[in-house]
């Protein structure tokens, strides 16, 4: 079956700081793949997407490049703030395995806690 | 725009008991996914329901089913709950099940089982 696999965590920088949080997927069709962060008390909002090989997602700074030679969708942020400390998901839908047309079928990660001090 | 409201926020319960929890999809949204996520096992799907017709279900027990109305609201049911029930159940609603609608997600409901 479908799976994804973060960089265990949790993860501590410096504001300023560069930032990569690891994630490779395994899945049997064309997966989409999505990183999503949630902060706490609060629902997981959708950071950036990536929806073919080679495609980069990139939003407030944070970008992810979808490869599909080594199965992974990293996430990178050049600079961090501490407005930045979260949990980072990475999921991935895969309608082959859905049907083939449910997107709202969702395979995360285990979340990569990030705290970033001033 | 109102984002997806999921309500109550907390809710406890004791073993055995039955739960209902709620969600506002936002508006003009049809489809609407649930998930459970739990320190232990992460986000899990439950199910997902598109113009009220299950589309998926996770790999759950049957004590765990849904609903979802003509308005596109939607609601899950836990029956005879059971200690290991207790988890933070989020929703997520999207416009349709294509590519590029990305899914909304409430702030959830967390439930504490007794």
């Known amino acids: 079956g479908d799976s994804v696999t973060q960089m265990e965590g949790p993860v501590t920088l410096s504001e300023e700081a560069f930032l990569t949080i690891n994630c490779t997927y395994t899945a049997t069709g064309y997966p989409s793949l999505f990183w999503y962060v949630q902060y706490p008390g609060e629902g997981l909002q959708l950071l950036l997407k990536?929806?073919?090989?080679?495609d980069k997602g990139s939003n407030k700074g944070f970008e992810a490049t979808y490869r599909k030679e080594t199965t992974s969708f990293h996430l990178e942020k050049g600079s961090v703030q501490v407005s930045d400390s979260a949990v980072y998901f990475c999921?991935?839908?895969?309608?082959?395995?859905?049907?083939?047309?449910?997107?709202?079928?969702?395979?995360f990660g285990q979340g990569t806690i990030l705290t970033v001090h001033p | 725009k109102a984002g997806v409201t999921q309500t109550p926020r907390y809710l406890i319960k004791t073993r055995g008991q039955q739960v209902t929890l709620s969600c506002s999809p936002i508006?003009?949204?049809?489809?609407v996914s649930w998930y459970q996520q739990t320190p232990g096992q992460g986000l899990q799907f439950l199910f997902e329901y598109f113009s009220e017709t299950q589309r998926n279900k996770g790999n759950f027990p049957g004590r765990f089913s849904g609903r979802q109305f003509s308005n596109s609201r939607s609601e899950m049911n836990v029956s005879t709950l059971e200690l290991g029930d207790s988890a933070l159940y989020l929703c997520?609603?999207?416009?349709?099940?294509?590519?590029?609608?990305?899914?909304?997600f409430g702030n959830g409901t967390r439930l504490t089982v007794t």
């Open positions: 508006s003009g949204h049809r489809s």
């Open positions: 999921a991935l839908s895969d309608p082959s395995n859905a049907g083939g047309t449910s997107y709202g079928k969702l395979t």
């Open positions: 997520a609603s999207s416009y349709w099940t294509g590519d590029n609608s990305p899914l909304h």
């Open positions: 990536a929806t073919k090989a080679d």
